[in-house]
């Protein structure tokens, strides 16, 4: 019986409730000056609280995204199969090393993404109106970003069908099957383009106000949202392609055998730093003037 799973329930037990304090702190004067000043606007009262509920409940729905990715698979393997693993690691002297960083990765993404859809917007009562001027992702996130995003999809679905092509030693790995390698590879494709998709939907979802002072905050809002979305999608695909690099260096190739052990670290390590980084970066939305020249108006 591996004792790593015990020392990981360890450092755990030690790490989550400092995890967990630091998602609930409370939002102060000085992090709401920051934030605004990093986005460029300028906060109202009323602005103010909508930012605020934001960036504690964002900050709370992450942590506990990530914490659920990484235990709940913990947890139905022990339902299912009464076996105790955490992160991978069995008691028994199994490994899946990436099953960790994948789950906390999931994890992340869906909790950035429901602190965006769920958050209270406050209405215009006086006007009932909403902003109309048009929103594109490319106001709200990093050209570069969104390349990243396509160029790492369209590796990882390369990655897993080479990884049908090399061969491999019997002894000491089983050679993957094609069905297996295809399904893989659409489900990544799959989620390389809905990735893109869901960011375009926040970014063009209504906003129920026309105030400029509430409008600015909720493009804020937006754009730091959809970087949560792409830091975290950004280090799926960055695992993932670890993981590809892995199953190369696995092969009977002597020659990946010898470097693939490189890339894969590289990109794991940029895995966690995308989904650290990206999503808290400051982004100055850029958006088209209502009642321009072309422009609807509100």
Same mark, same amino acid.
């Given at each position: 019986?591996?004792?790593?799973?015990?020392?990981?329930?360890?450092?755990?037990?030690?790490?989550?409730?400092?995890?967990?304090?630091?998602?609930?702190?409370?939002?102060?004067?000085?992090?709401?000056?920051?934030?605004?000043?990093?986005?460029?606007?300028?906060?109202?009262?009323?602005?103010?609280?909508?930012?605020?509920?934001?960036?504690?409940?964002?900050?709370?729905?992450?942590?506990?995204? $990530?914490?659920?990715?990484?235990?709940?698979?913990?947890?139905?393997?022990?339902?299912?199969?009464?076996?105790?693993?955490?992160?991978?690691?069995?008691?028994?002297?199994?490994?899946?090393?990436?099953?960790?960083?994948?789950?906390?990765?999931?994890?992340?993404?869906?909790?950035?993404?429901?602190?965006?859809?769920?958050?209270?917007?406050?209405?215009?009562?006086?006007?009932?109106?909403?902003?109309?001027?048009?929103?594109?992702?490319?106001?709200?996130?990093?050209?570069?970003?969104?390349?990243?995003?396509?160029?790492?999809?369209?590796? $990882?679905?390369?990655?897993?069908?080479?990884?049908?092509?090399?061969?491999?030693? $019997?002894?000491?790995?089983?050679?993957?099957?094609?069905?297996?390698?295809?399904?893989?590879?659409?489900?990544?494709?799959?989620?390389?383009?809905?990735?893109?998709?869901?960011?375009?939907?926040?970014?063009?979802?209504?906003?129920?106000?026309?105030?400029?002072?509430?409008?600015?905050?909720?493009?804020?809002?937006?754009?730091?949202?959809?970087?949560?979305?792409?830091?975290?999608?950004?280090?799926?695909?960055?695992?993932?392609?670890?993981?590809?690099?892995?199953?190369?260096?696995?092969?009977?190739?002597?020659?990946?055998?010898?470097?693939?052990?490189?890339? $894969?670290?590289?990109?794991?390590?940029?895995?966690?730093?995308?989904?650290?980084?990206?999503?808290?970066?400051?982004?100055?939305?850029?958006?088209?003037?209502?009642?321009?020249?072309?422009?609807?108006?509100?």
């Amino acid at each position: 019986m591996s004792d790593f799973p015990l020392v990981i329930a360890l450092v755990l037990a030690l790490s989550v409730p400092v995890v967990l304090a630091r998602a609930y702190a409370k939002v102060n004067d000085k992090l709401l000056a920051e934030w605004a000043q990093t986005h460029g606007v300028e906060l109202t009262p009323e602005s103010r609280r909508m930012v605020a509920r934001y960036l504690r409940r964002s900050r709370v729905l992450r942590t506990w995204g $990530a914490l659920a990715g990484l235990f709940l698979p913990s947890l139905v393997e022990l339902a299912l199969n009464g076996r105790v693993q955490l992160l991978g690691f069995g008691t028994d002297g199994s490994a899946a090393p990436y099953a960790g960083p994948i789950g906390a990765f999931v994890g992340y993404l869906v909790g950035s993404l429901y602190a965006e859809v769920s958050l209270a917007r406050p209405v215009d009562q006086v006007r009932r109106s909403a902003s109309l001027v048009p929103r594109e992702l490319a106001d709200y996130l990093p050209a570069r970003l969104l390349r990243a995003q396509r160029a790492l999809g369209i590796a $990882a679905v390369l990655g897993v069908l080479v990884l049908g092509l090399v061969p491999y030693d $019997a002894r000491e790995a089983a050679e993957p099957e094609w069905l297996s390698l295809l399904t893989g590879a659409a489900v990544v494709a799959a989620f390389a383009v809905g990735l893109e998709a869901l960011e375009r939907w926040l970014v063009r979802r209504p906003q129920p106000f026309t105030s400029p002072s509430l409008v600015a905050a909720d493009d804020a809002i937006r754009a730091q949202s959809v970087h949560s979305l792409a830091g975290s999608g950004l280090a799926l695909l960055l695992v993932l392609c670890s993981g590809i690099c892995v199953g190369l260096a696995a092969s009977d190739v002597d020659v990946l055998r010898w470097t693939m052990w490189a890339p $894969a670290l590289v990109a794991l390590f940029l895995s966690i730093r995308a989904c650290l980084e990206i999503g808290h970066r400051g982004w100055r939305v850029r958006r088209p003037i209502a009642g321009a020249p072309g422009m609807p108006s509100t």
